[in-house]
Structures are given as structure tokens and as C-alpha cells.
């Protein structure tokens, strides 16, 4: 292989500016429109308050350590389970012993081990033990090596806890959710499948009715977890066997109160997947799903593989953030990343050592009122029991201004849950609905309450009670009071249903909202046209937005001078490619891109143009501009047109513009590939035989653009098909998941026919099929492929017209090139991939 570095020259005379200006389609420099920079002139400093950092994976004091399995290393953490009980944090990992241990936390990064929770060999190697708190006790489900499920029972999250359940199947990876009738359903994977079913509290098993939701990642599929914001459901779990590399996370999503209902898999719904081969974390998978220390983000702990006897694997953590039906990560990540923020407000009342109640709260004998308030668009939580003596209401208040408040009023005599407001004492019931509670409130229950001008959400232990539209509830301190009650932790934030995304720090590489913005007018955004949209997503704040078919939100500005900012942490100092999904008539729009409001870092974009889309988004690849390592603020502004956009994706560019070429000589080009599968490389050809499957892969994963020739033999022998790949990221390869394990594209090539398709491991929407009679019966055919943008173009034989162009809205935007077998012989005979900004 003989790397042509074209630009080498002019890479060290040229400044990044002008590299940049003159090869890669963005200028840099200030704005020449007055009214535009005078808009930014008015705009309010924003601080970082980044007190610590944490990094992925973790080591836990206390983690499995060396067993029989696991060739002298630790186990570690596997299959993190987290569940969120009085406003702390237990981690129950897989176990590779005859126990399962238990680790508490206040901030899901700092753990301390409080020992085993389980007590015989009746759960001997635990398989991904989860809990769940419900009507006042502790159940624990888990499949011990993976041979069927138990159910054990506790009155502490700390154990111990003891079988209720013999054997009753469904294999691995069982994991709970209480829906809003109280019902305790079951959900576990099932012939690649995951699926659920109500569990009968009498006998704690499931019921025979199955659920099959629209969750699969076509092939092992395990690990399933419920979380819910606002109108929706996600689904979250994980696919591929645990020693594969390519172990990744997806989701699904249902709207609406029914956990059950119709799922929707999104074509591009990974979450957490790294398995290229010079990578060192990989394995990523078997998440959990936990709100967060701040009461309104979401958490998903996970693992990583480090080794493979055992296996053995670590802790990590990153954040889900939605935006509508659309689910994304901050991850994954392995480099310093924010720990969890508390709430504004915090406490636990209950622990005489606790200073955080004392901090934050007055305590006197009419009950608990903080010190500080929060805004209009807040939650809460309560955590309360009654000692028994008697039973009388309970209060749990918000909104409190002088002689007026708010309340949640759990009336415990005769079960029901009420909200009420309070004005100069006159008491007004606004909602109330019966709750269920069997141990008569002695056992610590919880209220949840989200609050937004358009809605406010009311849950009494995990279940959603009362859903009340324009209720008018406000901001101001929070309390509680009640006879012979005593009062657990409570806490309350100024966020409310994914409102704490938008100052969430966004990582790059990586993806993010265009809606996820720093809030505050002036601190975050300024756009003429924002106004207050009760249907929209930025609670309590004004915006100016769409939303798309899918059910998520874009970013709309439309008049120069637009602006909105972003809270970004770059893993290293290097060329970033910008790629983003904006609507078609986004095209031609000019706009700038400026780190910590610099007008030396200040990068110019003009929207490709996308002609003839009939679609809400399209993925496009904007640019390329140089980002230094840590956390900076960065601006998106407009200077021209109108810019529609939905997401933006950020990713380290190729180093500089490049060529390959390629005879196949092993002792020249050996050096340059990576093989999967038993490939050779001999008498200037690559081949691999009939009955095999592999990928061969060349370049680098932030390629975008290129020009792809080959001369290829037309394959006869073997079933599957074969063919050339491109924009290909995240390949392995493992017998126990599908054969297709890559994301990216491939074109097969038949006898009188090639074909192209998509992967996100296995295919993915219509292939594109064309016959073409001029190769049938032939040996050889020479394939010539334009990759533009989202535009690919595929030529045989030195011919001038395509024989096919494919517009793909939803484009896979960067990767490497190769060549693929799923069971079909291939010869290649020579290569060359050019990148389009070197052709020029």
C-alpha cells in the first residue's frame, strides 16, 4: 500500500485557517454584517461549573475479583444493575460466585461496598441481578449461569435476600417495571426477541400472556430496560454475544402511558458501540437505566469488556438525553467527563449525620421547609413512612410563597392521592385518584413531582397517579409536614422532563440536539422569532421549533443574527468533521460555528444542497474545523437563509487529504489492512474462499468522501454474497452474532446484477438492486464508486453514465473501505481509493 500524502507541503506552510478555507469548505474569520455581531454583543458570559471529573471505565473498591475463570485477573463489575431507593443509588453486578454484592452511592460514581445481599448457592454465577422496590419490599430477579430465573425477596436494598420462586425460565437478563395501575410486569429477551408479561403478586411468577415488542437486534438480544420522560417509553437493550467487541446498546420507543404498547425501532437507534480494532474500550453493553442525583437526567450504567476469561469486565457511566421520540448518548466516552450534579435543593431527613438536610432545610415542629426556592419548571421528591401510631394526612408541598403553596396530600386513612393549592389557607382539591398501599404506609413510600407550565406529572411509588394540564403551579421553596410521619430524603431542581439536557455538557465526538441548547435568553440563544409554545420542548422558555414526523424537535433560525450555544468537551486537540441532520430546504444557508465566542476560532459553513428530498430530515456532512481539548462553549449563528436542524454529529476528520493504491504485494500493503476473517493477500490479489465470511478494511473511520476503484472477479462459488464496503465503522466478527457486524454499506456484486445495501449489523431498509446485462456470464467487472456526501454513484467498466445513484436522507456520513464475504468467494485485483478533496 503507497500512502500519497498530496498535501504534506502545504499542510506546513498553510496556517489551519487557511487550510481550512481552502480545502475543506469553511471559512474562518469575524462576520461582515454589523446588525449580526451587535446582536452578539448583547449576549451574557456562561461559566463552566465543573467541580469534578470521572472517567470511563471505573475500577470499585470491593469488585469481584480473581476466580477460577478468570485466568488471574478480576471479574469486576458485569451487567450493572442500578436502582434509585430514598434518594441513594445500589449496584448489584452479575456475580461469579455463589453471592450477589451490592455497592451504595449518592453520586453513581463514588461507591462503597456494603457487602453480599444474598445468602446461599442457589444463585451461584448470578446473571445480571436487578431489584425493584414494590408495595413496601425489595425483589430480585436473576438467572444464575444463565439457566432460568429466580425471584428473592427482601425488606432492605442491602439484603439479605431470600428465594421466593423456584425456577420458572425464560433464560437470562430479566429486568422489572411498574406501570400505572401498580401492575409489576416481567420483561426478558426470548429468541432475539424482547418481550413481557404481567407477574402474578400472589405467586410472584409470571403470568402465560406474552408481549412481543418491536425490539430486536437480529441476533442475541438481551438485557432489556424500561425508562420513561414525559409521553414516552424507551426501551433500552443490548445485542451480540458479551465477549464480541461489537457488544452494543440500542433502544425502542412507544408514546403514550402504555409500557406494553407499539414499539418503533428507529433505524439508527445505537446507543453505546466501539469495536475498532486499535481500540482499547470495547465490549460495551448491558446497560441499566436510572434518573439521575439532579432528579431529571438519565443515567446508564454499563460495562466494558477487558478481558475474556470469566469474562472480565468495568463499570462505566454516561448520559441518555432525549429530544421527543429520539433517544441519544454523551457517550460513550473514556475520557474526563462531569460526575452527576446534585439538586438545588437536597436532603435527607431521616440521617441525624446528614448535613445536606441542615444545609438546605428549617426543621420545626409544623415540619420541614427549604431554604431556597426553584423555578416554575421543577421536580420533586419525597420520601416519607408512618411510625404507625395513627394515620393522618401528609403533605408534601411545593410552590411555597408566605401563606400559599402547592401540595401533594396523601391521605393515608382512606388511600387516595390529592393535589391541592392552598391560598391564604383556603384549601382547592384540583385532581385526586385511589392509591394502593398494603403495609399501611410504614414502609417508606415516594412522591414524584414534574413540574411544567404545560403539565405537571404527579407519581406515588414509581407509578404515574395524575397527569394535569395548565394546573398554574409556580415555583418557590418546597416542604413537608404530617403527625407521626418521618421524612427520608427530599430533594428539588429547577428542571422537569429532559429541561436539565440542555445545559448538559454535549461530548465530541459524539452527537447532540440541535434543540439542546444552554437555556436563558441572551446566555443561550437569541432568535427573533422565539416565543413561548405550550406543544413544544423547551419548558418554560421561548423557542422557535418544528416538530418532525418521528416525534422529535428541530432547531429553527431563519433570520440573520440567530444564535444559539452549546456546552461541548472535546476528548483531544485535533480536526473535527461536522455532520448534521437538517431539513432540505436548509440548503445553501451560510452560518458560522465559533468556540468560546473567538473571532480566531470563528468557522464559516454554507448547507450543501440537497435537491429532490421528500423527507423531514436529511444527513449531510457540513465540514471540518480544529477543536483544542476540554470544555468550551460553542456557538451556532446564521448569517444567510434559514436552517432547519435536528441533530448534529461531531467526529475526528482523516488526518489530511489522502490516496491509496493497491497492487496487492503482502511485503508493500500487508501492513496497511485489517483482515477479518481468513483473507490472503498473494500474487497481487486478495481473495478469500467460498464458505468463509470476513471483512478486509483499509483507511481510517473519519474518511467521508472518496472515490473507490476496483477490479473485482465475479463471484460464482459459495451462498451469502460478496462485495466491496465503504463509510464502514464499528466491523467485528463472532460466531455467536450476525454475520453482517458493521455499520456502513455494501455492494454485492452477482452475475448480471449488483446490489447495494445498508448495515447497522444486519441490513437495514431496501436494498437497491440493478441488472445489468452487460456483465452477465462475464469473469471480471471494474467498479468505480463516487461517494459524495449522501449521494453515492456506481459505475462498471469505465463507463460514463452510472448504472446507479442512490440518494440515502438517512446517510451513514464517515468510515473506512474494504471488502466483505458472507459465505461467497471474492477476488479483488487492484485498489484505489482517492479522497474527493484530493481529486480536486
Known amino acids: 500500500m503507497k500512502f500519497i500524502r498530496c498535501l504534506r507541503a502545504i499542510a506546513v506552510v498553510l496556517s489551519i485557517q487557511m487550510l481550512l478555507a481552502s480545502l475543506i469548505g469553511c471559512d474562518s474569520g469575524q462576520s461582515d454584517n454589523r446588525e449580526v455581531d451587535e446582536r452578539m454583543a448583547e449576549k451574557i458570559p456562561y461559566e463552566f461549573k465543573v467541580a469534578e471529573t470521572y472517567k470511563n471505565p471505573m475500577e470499585i473498591a470491593g469488585q469481584h475479583g480473581v476466580c477460577q475463570y478468570t485466568a488471574g485477573k478480576e471479574y469486576g463489575i458485569g451487567d450493572p444493575f442500578v436502582m434509585r431507593y430514598n434518594g441513594k443509588y445500589y449496584l448489584y453486578p ?183 480494532h486499535d481500540d482499547e474500550y470495547t465490549g460495551l453493553g448491558h446497560s441499566s437505566n436510572v434518573i439521575g442525583p439532579d432528579l431529571d437526567s438519565i443515567y446508564a450504567p454499563y460495562h466494558n469488556l477487558v478481558g475474556l476469561a470469566g469474562p472480565q469486565r468495568r463499570y462505566c457511566l454516561d448520559r441518555l438525553l432525549t429530544n421527543g421520540s429520539v433517544v441519544y448518548s454523551t457517550g460513550p466516552t473514556s475520557f474526563d467527563v462531569p460526575i452527576p450534579a446534585m439538586p438545588e435543593i437536597y436532603g435527607w431527613l431521616d440521617d441525624p449525620k446528614d448535613t445536606a438536610a441542615e444545609k438546605h432545610f428549617v426543621i420545626n415542629d409544623d415540619g420541614v421547609t427549604s431554604k431556597n426556592e426553584v423555578q416554575d419548571v421543577f421536580t420533586a421528591e419525597y420520601n416519607f413512612r408512618l411510625d404507625g401510631s395513627e394515620k393522618s394526612p401528609v403533605d408534601l408541598k411545593f410552590g411555597i410563597k408566605g401563606a400559599s403553596w402547592w401540595a401533594v396530600r396523601v391521605d393515608t386513612e382512606k388511600n387516595t392521592l390529592s393535589l391541592l393549592s392552598v391560598e391564604d389557607g383556603n384549601e382547592k382539591t384540583i385532581a385526586s385518584e385511589k392509591i394502593h398501599v398494603s403495609h399501611g404506609y410504614t414502609r417508606l413510600c415516594t412522591v414524584r413531582v414534574e413540574n411544567t407550565a404545560a403539565v405537571s406529572y404527579i407519581y406515588f411509588n414509581s407509578a404515574r397517579k395524575l397527569t394535569v394540564k395548565n394546573a398554574g403551579i409556580t415555583g418557590g421553596k418546597i416542604g413537608a409536614s404530617g403527625k407521626g410521619v418521618t421524612f427520608g430524603y427530599i430533594g428539588a431542581n429547577s428542571d422537569a422532563l429532559g429541561s436539565g439536557d440542555y445545559d448538559a455538557v454535549k461530548n465530541i465526538p459524539g452527537k447532540f440536539a440541535a434543540m439542546h441548547y444552554i437555556k436563558g435568553e441572551n446566555r443561550g440563544f437569541n432568535i427573533s422569532k422565539a416565543a413561548l409554545k ?223 445495501s445498508k448495515y447497522n449489523y444486519g441490513k437495514i431498509g431496501n436494498s437497491q438492486i440493478v441488472s445489468i446485462k452487460e456483465i452477465k456470464g462475464s469473469d471480471k467487472v471494474k467498479l468505480k464508486v463516487v461517494v459524495s456526501n449522501n449521494i453515492f454513484r456506481i459505475y462498471i467498466n469505465d463507463q460514463e453514465k452510472p448504472v446507479l445513484e442512490y440518494m440515502d436522507a438517512q446517510a451513514w456520513l464517515h468510515g473506512k473501505v474494504g471488502f466483505y464475504s458472507f459465505g461467497k468467494e471474492l477476488t479483488v485485483n487492484n485498489l484505489s481509493v482517492v479522497s474527493i478533496d484530493n481529486e480536486k
Open 534 to 756: 405550550p406543544e413544544g420542548i423547551r419548558y418554560g422558555e421561548k423557542e422557535n421549533s418544528i416538530l418532525n414526523k418521528d416525534g422529535s424537535y428541530s432547531l429553527v433560525l431563519d433570520t440573520p443574527g440567530d444564535y444559539v450555544v452549546y456546552p461541548v468537551n472535546v476528548s483531544n486537540d485535533g480536526m473535527y468533521s461536522v455532520g448534521a441532520k437538517l431539513a432540505p430546504e436548509s440548503s445553501g444557508a451560510v452560518y458560522e460555528l465559533i468556540m468560546d465566542g473567538d473571532t480566531e476560532q470563528t468557522y464559516r459553513f454554507t448547507v450543501p444542497e440537497t435537491e429532490g428530498v421528500k423527507t423531514d430530515n436529511v444527513s449531510v456532512n457540513l465540514g471540518t474545523l480544529p477543536l483544542k481539548a476540554g470544555f468550551h462553549t460553542m456557538t451556532l449563528r446564521l448569517l444567510k437563509g434559514e436552517m432547519k436542524i435536528n441533530m448534529f454529529e461531531f467526529y475526528s476528520s482523516a488526518k489530511e487529504p489522502w490516496a491509496y493504491k493497491s497492487v496487492f504485494k503482502i511485503n508493500e500493503d500487508r501492513k496497511d489492512w485489517i483482515f477479518y476473517g481468513p483473507w490472503r493477500m498473494s500474487s497481487g490479489k486478495l481473495t478469500i474462499g467460498e464458505g468463509n465470511s470476513g471483512f478486509a478494511l483499509i483507511g481510517e473511520t473519519g474518511m467521508n468522501d472518496y472515490v473507490i476503484e476496483a477490479d473485482v472477479d465475479i463471484p460464482r462459488k459459495g451462498a451469502g454474497d460478496s462485495g466491496l464496503m465503504f463509510r464502514v465503522t464499528n466491523p467485528s466478527i463472532m460466531e455467536h452474532q450476525v454475520r453482517e457486524s458493521f455499520i456502513g454499506y455494501g455492494i454485492s456484486i452477482g452475475d448480471g446484477s449488483i446490489t447495494l
Open 94 to 276: 452479575s456475580s461469579c460466585e455463589n453471592k450477589v454484592k451490592v455497592f451504595e452511592s449518592t453520586d453513581l460514581v463514588n461507591w462503597e461496598y456494603k457487602g453480599y445481599v444474598t445468602e446461599g448457592s442457589d444463585v451461584y454465577f448470578a446473571y445480571a441481578p436487578e431489584v425493584v422496590y414494590y408495595d413496601g419490599m425489595f425483589y430480585m430477579t436473576t438467572s444464575p449461569e444463565g439457566k432460568g430465573h429466580y425471584i428473592l425477596k427482601s425488606e432492605s436494598p442491602l439484603g439479605p435476600f431470600k428465594r421466593i420462586t423456584d425456577n420458572f425460565g425464560h433464560v437470562i437478563d430479566g429486568s422489572f417495571w411498574i406501570d400505572d395501575d401498580d401492575r409489576l410486569l416481567f420483561i426478558f429477551p426470548e429468541a432475539s426477541i424482547i418481550k413481557a408479561a404481567e407477574i402474578d403478586t400472589k405467586t410472584m411468577l409470571p403470568v402465560a400472556k406474552r408481549t412481543h415488542f418491536n425490539a430486536t437486534l437480529k441476533g442475541w438480544t438481551e438485557g432489556p430496560g424500561i425508562f420513561r420522560r414525559g409521553e414516552y417509553h424507551y426501551l433500552t437493550y443490548t445485542g451480540n454475544h458479551v465477549l464480541s467487541r461489537g457488544y452494543r446498546v440500542a433502544y425502542s420507543y412507544t408514546k403514550g402511558n402504555n409500557p406494553l404498547g407499539q414499539y418503533i425501532m428507529p433505524e439508527d437507534n445505537i446507543l453505546y458501540i466501539r469495536s475498532e
